[in-house]
């Protein structure tokens, strides 16, 4: 039931273009993963999600675990019939929540536990526990319980974590059942030392998994760390599977990643920026919505855009909506920012097919 096929490559980089089969259904890669952190993308319908061309999305274990729990989405069928949004779906671990609440969390060998910032409540993640949420929630991808070292670790330090996260996977392994309904991502640690880096790659490239994730950035370092982190971790990977760069959604950073080489992405920054009024424009530019030149304006957000709000509302009904808290406002701009970030993969796709990725580059001020 997974299936990675490479339809096209990039003559002057690592850019491909592949088909990732599920039983939920097939997605493109490179691919967006809107983040439905608890079981929904926030402001918009699996429906809208159909129009603004989104083909899988994300939810977060560690949340949904806490709420409404895995137990009561298994009941209704897990989550694809819980949330109605009937393609693929990924579940992230939720190790990074866990290890980003550092005040109230202790990590032991063989699991971590946590109090809950909701009610206090204490909760215990293991590999093992990680991985049976996941299988209750019935996600087609999901992913292994890591430690997420901080960006600023020692070398000590990372080694540790990266060690841990090793023996975690080793430990899901041998409990993860289901294998032709759901399949499993390892994650690559190791911050950003390239010795750490390369033992990690090597350790998930040898696994009986149908795709690795890639951990770790985009968590404050250097542009130039983060570049450099990915070149010398990618060659390390099996060029027959999927590549998951977690937590990326800057168009720059999105470009600069699969011409090394990266499939899929996921980010919170459409939904985050819309609530706040900001709104991707030419070029990946953002702009916000509440400024004063906007007010009378009659045209569309983008011109040419076929979002819902671009065909429909002008930049100035939107602006009036966000002075007055009217949050129909934060839904247009989520539905413009999904839609116009998604045809922006779609345009990637399309120029790496037909030979034109280069151009996309430059038009980017990218060089590889």
Same mark, same amino acid.
């Given at each position: 039931?997974?299936?990675?096929?490479?339809?096209?490559? $990039? +003559?002057?980089?690592?850019?491909?273009?592949?088909?990732?089969?599920?039983?939920?259904?097939?997605?493109?890669?490179?691919?967006?993963? #809107?983040?439905?952190?608890?079981?929904?993308?926030?402001?918009?319908?699996? !429906?809208?999600?159909? +129009?603004?061309?989104?083909?899988?999305?994300?939810? *977060?274990?560690?949340?949904?675990?806490?709420?409404?729990?895995?137990?009561?989405?298994?009941?209704?069928?897990?989550?694809?019939?819980?949330?109605?949004?009937?393609? #693929?779906? &990924?579940?992230?671990?939720?190790?990074?929540?866990?290890?980003?609440?550092?005040?109230?969390?202790?990590?032991? !060998? $063989?699991?971590?536990?946590?109090?809950?910032?909701?009610?206090?409540?204490? /909760?215990?993640?293991?590999?093992?526990?990680?991985?049976?949420?996941?299988?209750?929630?019935?996600?087609?991808?999901?992913?292994?319980? $890591?430690?997420?070292?901080?960006?600023?670790?020692?070398?000590? %330090?990372?080694?540790?974590?990266? *060690?841990?996260?090793?023996?975690?996977?080793?430990?899901?392994?041998?409990?993860?059942?289901?294998?032709?309904?759901?399949?499993?991502?390892?994650? =690559?640690?190791?911050?950003?030392?390239?010795? &750490?880096?390369?033992?990690?790659?090597?350790?998930?490239?040898? &696994?009986?998994?149908?795709?690795?994730?890639?951990?770790?950035?985009? =968590?404050? !370092?250097?542009?130039?760390?983060?570049?450099?982190?990915?070149?010398?971790?990618?060659?390390?990977? #099996?060029?027959?599977?999927?590549?998951? &760069?977690?937590? =990326?959604?800057?168009?720059? $950073?999105?470009? *600069?990643?699969?011409?090394?080489?990266?499939?899929?992405?996921?980010? %919170?920054?459409?939904?985050?920026?819309?609530? /706040?009024?900001?709104?991707?424009?030419?070029?990946? +530019?953002?702009?916000?919505?509440?400024?004063?030149?906007?007010?009378?304006? +009659?045209?569309?957000?983008?011109?040419?855009?076929?979002? !819902?709000?671009?065909?429909?509302?002008?930049?100035?009904?939107?602006?009036?909506?966000?002075?007055?808290?009217?949050?129909?406002?934060?839904?247009?701009?989520?539905?413009?920012?999904?839609?116009?970030?998604?045809?922006?993969?779609?345009?990637?796709?399309?120029?790496?097919?037909?030979?034109?990725?280069?151009?996309?580059?430059?038009?980017?001020?990218?060089?590889?």
């Amino acid at each position: 039931m997974f299936e990675f096929k490479i339809t096209a490559k $990039d +003559k002057h980089s690592a850019a491909r273009v592949g088909v990732f089969q599920t039983p939920h259904g097939k997605f493109h890669t490179p691919v967006f993963m #809107p983040v439905g952190t608890y079981g929904a993308v926030k402001t918009v319908t699996p !429906e809208d999600l159909n +129009k603004c061309g989104a083909e899988i999305i994300l939810g *977060n274990t560690y949340h949904l675990h806490l709420r409404p729990g895995e137990k009561l989405i298994k009941k209704f069928g897990g989550l694809q019939k819980f949330t109605h949004w009937e393609k #693929p779906m &990924l579940t992230d671990s939720g190790g990074f929540q866990v290890f980003s609440l550092a005040q109230h969390r202790k990590i032991y !060998e $063989d699991r971590v536990e946590f109090s809950s910032p909701l009610d206090g409540s204490k /909760h215990i993640f293991t590999p093992r526990k990680v991985l049976q949420i996941q299988q209750d929630l019935g996600s087609d991808i999901m992913m292994q319980l $890591d430690e997420c070292a901080a960006g600023d670790s020692s070398h000590a %330090v990372a080694e540790v974590a990266l *060690n841990r996260t090793m023996r975690w996977m080793e430990t899901t392994l041998r409990h993860w059942k289901n294998r032709d309904k759901q399949t499993l991502f390892p994650i =690559v640690q190791g911050v950003t030392y390239p010795d &750490l880096r390369k033992l990690s790659a090597q350790f998930c490239a040898a &696994l009986p998994v149908a795709g690795i994730a890639i951990g770790g950035l985009a =968590v404050g !370092e250097s542009k130039t760390d983060f570049l450099k982190t990915l070149e010398f971790t990618l060659p390390y990977l #099996p060029a027959n599977k999927p590549r998951y &760069l977690m937590g =990326v959604g800057e168009f720059s $950073d999105i470009l *600069n990643a699969v011409a090394r080489g990266v499939d899929m992405f996921d980010c %919170v920054i459409p939904t985050r920026l819309a609530r /706040h009024g900001s709104f991707f424009a030419v070029s990946g +530019k953002r702009a916000t919505i509440s400024n004063a030149k906007f007010k009378a304006s +009659k045209k569309p957000l983008v011109a040419g855009c076929q979002c !819902e709000a671009c065909r429909n509302y002008t930049s100035g009904y939107i602006h009036h909506l966000f002075r007055v808290n009217e949050t129909l406002g934060q839904r247009l701009l989520t539905l413009h920012n999904l839609t116009f970030l998604l045809d922006f993969m779609q345009e990637i796709r399309e120029s790496i097919e037909a030979g034109t990725f280069s151009a996309l580059l430059r038009k980017f001020h990218i060089k590889v």
